[in-house]
């Protein structure tokens, strides 16, 4: 469930010109006629789908709704004279190289475009200091590439706020799109480029691809490799119950990625049905009291001789002193609340002479690097082919995305900013509850 309303947004999708170049893919314009059809600039999808049967029916202005995305009868690049680039940002996430994969592919074979280059170790492979030399990428260069974690064209934090010498070294590759793989740091980066490149009079296309492995992008769906996340997170989870299940006062306790948002954690939890308390940043919980955690867990191994705890990496935050220190994306640096939970847990026991035996599993990083699971997989080479799409179409600033099952282009603007979260209000977490049995709320006021 997407947690931002549909009123009041801008989602018109910015154009670098009129597209007069007959698309070199054949598709049909005819519905029924069994062919695959093309997508018009006039085909639209709403965002938000909810409807209360006791209002009159709204009629909406193509501002407010969401333009389809896919392959265009008439594009804007002409495909023999066209050179695009690829980066990947930020932390690593599965698909990345399924993505690459689908975007090199159909640009080559769909558009017949023969310079394709990807550029290495993100934002930083463009800044002339670094002296990093980029990739040439082609259907044999990244036909298997999809089998292995990672990215092949490298990954780093930072540089993306370094705009002007990032879009220096675009002009002197004579780059025409760029296609920018990464999360919400990542894409206000690619926003500013394409700033900077419209200030210049500039004909680049930049397109986004919403990578974030916490699913936190607002008006995404579902960013590509959330799905293998929490497969790899659930095998953690069981291996964490197993653990518990098999001591005395067995405690599991097991923390997931989420900064800001908790979806990994949750979706975990009615994946897994092993999960006896699930902590997230939009819940708020304290340790001690009547009603904080520290007792709840006390009265479930009471009652059954072990629990299994989750919680996401930016929950509890409250509980360290306030910092504004922050890494190389601009990201605020947290409290480990893994250990600080395990230590609280672990001294509150002993306080009262209850003896428990605690496992502590952090799968961070092998959750991240895993290969992309069959489902991420599909969804990533769906999301790389209408990236392509878009470039030759001359669309820019855009990102794509999935919304109520439906490929779409939304501005950057407007998905970076805000941030999608989990709705304590919502159905989902209203599973985790009845998955759970975890109180409603876990404070004492």
């Given at each position: 469930m997407l947690s931002v309303m549909a009123i009041n947004?801008?989602?018109?999708?910015?154009?670098?010109?009129?597209?007069?170049?007959?698309?070199?893919?054949?598709?049909?314009?005819?519905?029924?006629?069994?062919?695959?059809?093309?997508?018009?600039?006039?085909?639209?999808?709403?965002?938000?789908?909810?409807?209360?049967?006791?209002?009159?029916?709204?009629t909406h202005t193509p501002a407010e709704l969401?333009?389809?995305?896919?392959?265009?009868?008439?594009?804007?690049?002409?495909?023999?004279?066209?050179?695009a680039a690829i980066v990947t940002c930020g932390g690593l996430c599965p698909g990345l190289n399924d993505v690459i994969r689908a975007i090199t592919r159909c640009l080559w074979y769909r558009y017949g475009v023969r310079r394709i280059s990807g550029v290495r170790f993100?934002?930083?492979?463009?800044?002339?200091?670094?002296?990093?030399p980029t990739m040439e990428l082609n259907p044999i260069v990244v036909d298997d590439i999809h089998k292995i974690g990672g990215t092949v064209l490298g990954s780093s934090r930072g540089g993306g706020n370094q705009t002007e010498a990032i879009v220096d070294t675009i002009e002197?590759?004579?780059?025409?799109?760029?296609?920018?793989?990464?999360?919400?740091?990542?894409?206000?980066?690619?926003?500013?480029?394409?700033?900077?490149?419209?200030?210049?009079?500039?004909?680049?296309?930049?397109?986004?691809?919403?990578?974030?492995?916490?699913?936190?992008?607002?008006?995404?769906?579902?960013?590509?490799?959330?799905?293998?996340?929490?497969?790899?997170?659930?095998?953690?989870?069981?291996?964490?119950?197993?653990?518990?299940?098999?001591?005395?006062?067995g405690i599991g306790l097991v923390k997931?990625?989420?900064?800001?948002?908790?979806?990994?954690?949750?979706?975990?939890?009615?994946?897994?049905?092993?999960?006896?308390?699930?902590?997230?940043?939009?819940?708020?919980?304290?340790?001690?009291?009547?009603?904080?955690?520290?007792?709840?867990l006390k009265k479930r191994l009471d009652r059954r001789g072990h629990a299994v705890v989750i919680v996401a990496e930016g929950a509890g935050q409250q509980l360290f002193p306030a910092s504004d220190v922050t890494d190389a994306s601009g990201n605020r640096k947290l409290g480990d609340i893994g250990v600080y939970l395990k230590g609280q847990i672990i001294d509150h026991f002993k306080k009262i002479g209850m003896s428990v035996n605690l496992k502590y599993i952090d799968?961070?990083?092998?959750?991240?690097?895993?290969?992309?699971?069959?489902?991420?997989?599909?969804?990533?080479s769906r999301l790389g082919n209408n990236a392509a799409h878009a470039a030759m179409a001359g669309k820019t600033k855009i990102i794509i995305s999935l919304v109520n099952n439906v490929f779409v282009h939304v501005p950057i603007q407007m998905v970076v900013s805000t941030r999608n979260c989990v709705d304590p209000e919502s159905s989902l977490?209203?599973?985790?509850?009845?998955t759970t049995h975890q109180p409603l709320i876990m404070t004492n006021e």
């Open positions: 947004h801008d989602f018109t999708v910015e154009t670098l010109g009129k597209a007069t170049i007959p698309s070199p893919i054949t598709y049909s314009t005819v519905l029924g006629d069994a062919i695959a059809n093309y997508v018009r600039d006039d085909e639209y999808v709403l965002h938000n789908i909810e409807v209360d049967a006791q209002r009159e029916s709204k969401l333009q389809k995305a896919g392959p265009r009868q008439q594009i804007y690049f002409s495909p023999g004279h066209v050179h993100g934002y930083q492979g463009f800044l002339p200091e670094n002296n990093i002197r590759m004579n780059v025409n799109m760029l296609f920018s793989i990464g999360g919400d740091g990542t894409q206000k980066g690619a926003l500013a480029i394409a700033e900077e490149i419209e200030r210049r009079g500039l004909k680049i296309s930049v397109i986004g691809v919403p990578k974030t492995i916490d699913n936190d992008l607002a008006f995404i769906q579902r960013s590509f490799g959330f799905e293998t996340a929490v497969g790899e997170a659930t095998g953690t989870v069981s291996s964490a119950h197993t653990e518990a299940h098999s001591a005395i006062n997931l990625m989420g900064r800001d948002s908790g979806f990994i954690a949750a979706h975990t939890a009615v994946a897994s049905h092993e999960a006896n308390f699930v902590l997230i940043p939009e819940v708020p919980f304290e340790l001690d009291g009547p009603n904080g955690l520290l007792e709840h799968p961070s990083y092998i959750i991240r690097s895993a290969v992309a699971a069959p489902t991420d997989s599909l969804y990533c977490w209203r599973d985790v509850i009845e």
